[in-house]
């Protein structure tokens, strides 16, 4: 029965989303029903890419990625997969017509973690596009359900939440990623020098695009809004943690929200949400 390993396959991506991401996952459970899978799908599409570039250090990740990417197209345009993460994934990119260019700057961007470990302003920028905003673009592609509209009018929002969370993971992890992989993502950061005025400028960009980004969330169908904005109020306490934080601390731990928090912070956005106040 192919509906069952359709479903199999669904649930493997649910899986890897729970194992991977606490937040995300609290995030995705709030949805309406109809956008949770396609949901857990993208995700881990771009965990498992993201995996291959950043954790199987024995291994050859060229030759990995270069695989998942040839995988990743063969099973899109075979509409059929035996990888099960690659087989969730191109049922959705079909079923709500996701770009090939979002997929195309998202596997470009796994790239350039293999060559790269400083970037310039302008490899940061096409960084974050492809490694963040495209994917809250795939996901946008879900909520809006074939209306064209809605998501032109909501695409900016939804990048610069991408981009909020992606700085803020750069931040988040700026010890592992210089200590594990040489890599500091910020233009003109060294990490041995980094210093309260960096940390400054880059967090009141980090602000800015949250603050464009909540005009696009409030604007979300109402199916999914509660969702994304539980993924986003979770990361605007991260944020203020990291803020309160000094730079030595920064550069010296992974700085977490706590799972209690997150559990008030669920209780509270639901109660928000239901007297229509987020």
Not at 132 to 151: H, I, P, S, T
Not at 200 to 226: M, Q, W
Not at 255 to 270: E, P, T, W
Request: glycine fraction near 4%.
């Amino acid at each position: 029965m192919k509906q069952l390993y359709d479903d199999t396959c669904m649930e493997c991506s649910k899986l890897i989303t729970q194992r991977y991401s606490t937040s995300f996952s609290m995030g995705i459970r709030v949805f309406d029903k109809k956008f949770r899978a396609p949901i857990y799908a993208i995700y881990g599409f771009v965990r498992f890419a993201d995996e291959i570039v950043d954790t199987f250090h024995d291994k050859p990740k060229a030759e990995l990625l270069e695989k998942f990417k040839k995988d990743c197209y063969e099973a899109i345009d075979g509409q059929i997969s035996l990888n099960p993460v690659l087989h969730a994934f191109q049922e959705v990119v079909r079923d709500y017509k996701i770009e090939r260019e979002l997929i195309d700057a998202f596997l470009k961007s796994m790239e350039m973690d293999l060559h790269f470990d400083r970037y310039n302003d302008s490899l940061y920028h096409e960084y974050i596009y492809g490694s963040a905003e495209v994917v809250g673009l795939m996901c946008l592609r879900v909520f809006c359900e074939g209306n064209e509209k809605l998501y032109q009018e909501l695409k900016e929002p939804a990048c610069k939440l991408g981009s909020a969370f992606q700085k803020i993971n750069f931040l988040r992890d700026m010890k592992s990623d210089f200590d594990e992989r040489g890599r500091v993502y910020f233009p003109g950061v060294d990490f041995n020098a980094f210093d309260m005025d960096q940390k400054n400028r880059i967090e009141a960009d980090i602000k800015a695009d949250f603050d464009a980004a909540y005009e696009g969330i409030v604007r979300l169908p109402k199916g999914a809004k509660f969702g994304v904005y539980l993924a986003y109020i979770y990361y605007v306490k991260l944020f203020e943690k990291i803020r309160a934080a000094n730079v030595a601390l920064v550069k010296q731990e992974r700085i977490r929200v706590n799972d209690g928090r997150k559990m008030y912070l669920l209780f509270s956005s639901a109660l928000k949400s239901s007297f229509n106040m987020l």
